[in-house]
């Protein structure tokens, strides 16, 4: 009888690159101003990302896609806080849980994921035109290898 293995790696196999934005924007915002400065076209996504925190807290983060015909570009968001209410007879009773997608990545608020053989100079430029924004405190580009919760993007 034979038997056959998965590999993860083999799900893994679409080419992609990673950018990382620090703003604080609201998601929104950052696709409108995308689409405005750079003549993107990103559009709310039907498809979130749905992940369980420790203690079994769903959370839900947003995810705008544009098509140029060459590439896809997916805009996710990394950092989301969550209202709790502790307890309902105390002056403090709403709290507020932070929660990321990668959790290694804290300070990051938004990835911008290229799906396609992206080449350096096309990611070069679209960094620095992304620093020139003044709404934007920093963008780069991120080593995916370097990252333990890379599953979490490939969706």
Do not use: W
């Amino acid at each position: 009888m034979t038997v056959y293995e998965l590999d993860f790696d083999d799900f893994s196999a679409c080419e992609y690159s990673l950018l990382a934005i620090h703003t604080p924007l609201e998601d929104y915002k950052l696709a409108y101003l995308l689409n405005r400065r750079l003549d993107y076209k990103f559009n709310k996504s039907d498809i979130n990302i749905d992940k369980k925190s420790k203690n079994d807290v769903l959370t839900s983060f947003s995810v705008y896609e544009y098509s140029d015909g060459e590439y896809n570009f997916l805009l996710i968001k990394n950092t989301l806080k969550k209202k709790v209410i502790i307890d309902n007879n105390s002056l403090f009773n709403v709290s507020h849980e932070v929660h990321h997608l990668i959790p290694e990545r804290k300070k990051v608020d938004y990835f911008i994921k290229i799906e396609g053989d992206v080449d350096s100079i096309y990611l070069s430029k679209l960094i620095q035109k992304l620093k020139e924004f003044p709404q934007l405190l920093t963008s780069y580009k991120i080593d995916i290898n370097s990252l333990k919760s890379k599953d979490f993007l490939i969706f």
